[in-house]
């Protein structure tokens, strides 16, 4: 166990002061603030929705919404494999969509529908242009509240554009989810009216066209907002301009095709398969492909980075081929589960997440992205992993040579090039102190090619 901190820190002095942050400052209150708002939505919307739909219509249309839920947030989840972000940003976003967004939507919606047929006295138009003008505006804006706040308050969750893609759909999920119980609800409620039932029901043909067809209209929508916002988290940080103007630029993009979608029924009979085929699946394939490709080349920037932490002894040489395959990854953390069980599954879990944030880490720092904190965070890191190699060496080692042809490598002695330092700077009785099969590493120096940290701007 190491006795020192994992980063230098300097002794207080008579003259420091510390200021206490204010009761509002404090994170349990930002945290039960945010959940009593979020609970407090999810109150409300629920009586609205009941009260539209009434009982059985609500319980129908819930039944019916749920079904494509886990399907979205499995793929969702599969595109942030790479480098997971934590789970509590995926139920807010999930959270915010389906209580904050959907209340703010219809409430929203149902004001400016009514004042708008007021104002005109034309109700079938004033229906016309909400759908067309005021929902997209209204609907993408409160979706990408939620991924400006992540945005913002979660930064270090949020580096690039897989990111984006993956707080903007899983946010869209949850704001379809509401909106289809709405849906189906009416549905069935019209067909309890008219007696319909079977496949020429109302409730069969929404089911159709929201669930079976259109399940990823939302999440298309609202992905390019977040396709803006990880543009943006990967520009420099002198590019303020760039930075303000790219979240912009996707909010509007997602407006757009929003509307361009709900306008579909105005261009004919047909328009609505006209506009599905022509745009919606197109669009779908290519978002589809872009993300992919992004996740690709996260896994190359693995691959890429990760070797100079070999050569100064932090990490083995077979690992950066490893966790820079998902398919090595996963024999690794069933390798470590089978012989050591779930616990050691889980260590080399976390060993991969972090291994991949520290090479994202130094490709910011190599292209002057990184922040003033590059080297505490780096230090967190490289701790944190040197702290799960006894479980994750041996299973990346086992993965590596399960999915590559065996390569001749020459052995090297790596000498501990700061002797005594080493000692000093982790304490005696650390676990670096002991023979391992591998280098031990140096007492803890940033190992930078380039400026130091202070050279990096924000």
């Known amino acids: 166990m190491a006795t020192c901190p994992p980063y230098p820190t300097r002794p207080p002095t008579r003259t420091h002061t510390h200021t206490h942050p204010h009761w509002w400052q404090r994170p349990w209150v930002r945290y039960g603030a945010l959940i009593t708002l979020l609970a407090l939505s999810g109150l409300v919307i629920l009586a609205l929705v009941r009260e539209q739909t009434g009982t059985q219509g609500f319980l129908v249309g819930l039944g019916l919404a749920v079904l494509p839920v886990p399907l979205l947030m499995a793929a969702f989840r599969w595109l942030d494999r790479v480098e997971p972000g934590p789970w509590r940003n995926l139920l807010f976003c999930f959270a915010w969509g389906a209580c904050a967004a959907a209340l703010i939507a219809i409430v929203a919606n149902s004001f400016a529908t009514r004042w708008i047929a007021t104002a005109t006295a034309d109700p079938a138009g004033a229906d016309t242009l909400g759908a067309t003008v005021?929902?997209?505006?209204?609907?993408?804006?409160?979706?990408?509240?939620?991924?400006?706040?992540?945005?913002?308050?979660?930064?270090?969750?949020?580096?690039?554009?897989?990111?984006?893609?993956?707080?903007?759909?899983?946010?869209?999920?949850?704001?379809?989810?509401?909106?289809?119980?709405?849906?189906?609800?009416?549905?069935?409620?019209?067909?309890?009216?008219?007696?319909?039932?079977?496949?020429?029901?109302?409730?069969?043909?929404?089911?159709?066209?929201?669930?079976?067809?259109?399940?990823?209209?939302?999440?298309?929508?609202?992905?390019?907002?977040?396709?803006?916002?990880?543009?943006?988290?990967?520009?420099?940080?002198?590019?303020?301009l760039r930075r303000a103007l790219l979240p912009l630029a996707g909010l509007l993009l997602a407006m757009g095709v929003h509307a361009l979608w709900n306008g579909s029924a105005a261009f004919g009979e047909y328009g609505f398969f006209a506009v599905y085929g022509a745009f919606m699946v197109p669009s779908f394939g290519l978002l589809t492909w872009l993300v992919i490709w992004t996740r690709q080349r996260e896994l190359g920037t693995v691959r890429a980075e990760l070797p100079v932490y070999v050569m100064a002894g932090w990490l083995a040489p077979t690992e950066p081929y490893a966790l820079g395959s998902m398919r090595a990854r996963r024999i690794a953390r069933r390798h470590a589960s089978r012989h050591a069980g779930k616990e050691a599954a889980r260590a080399v879990a976390q060993y991969e997440a972090y291994a991949t944030s520290l090479a994202f880490l130094r490709q910011r720092g190599r292209r002057g992205r990184a922040g003033a904190d590059f080297a505490v965070r780096e230090r967190e890191l490289l701790d944190a992993l040197w702290h799960r190699r006894e479980v994750a060496r041996p299973a990346l080692d086992y993965a590596a040579r399960a999915t590559a042809p065996p390569v001749p490598v020459a052995a090297r002695t790596w000498p501990h090039p700061y002797g005594a330092a080493y000692g000093s700077a982790y304490g005696p009785g650390h676990p670096a102190a002991a023979p391992t099969p591998y280098p031990a590493p140096a007492a803890y120096t940033p190992y930078h090619p380039y400026s130091p940290p202070s050279h990096y701007r924000p």
Do not use: C
């Not at 929902?135 to 409160?142: F, H, I, K, Q, T």
């Not at 992540?150 to 509401?178: K, M, S």
């Open 134 to 240: 005021i929902a997209p505006v209204v609907e993408e804006s409160a979706k990408a509240a939620a991924v400006l706040l992540v945005f913002l308050f979660r930064r270090r969750d949020f580096t690039g554009i897989v990111d984006g893609v993956v707080i903007a759909g899983v946010t869209a999920t949850g704001f379809a989810f509401t909106e289809n119980i709405l849906y189906l609800g009416n549905a069935f409620g019209t067909d309890q009216l008219t007696g319909d039932s079977g496949i020429a029901s109302v409730t069969a043909a929404t089911f159709f066209v929201r669930i079976v067809m259109s399940p990823f209209a939302h999440p298309l929508f609202t992905v390019l907002t977040g396709i803006g916002f990880g543009l943006a988290a990967l520009s420099a940080g002198r590019h303020r």
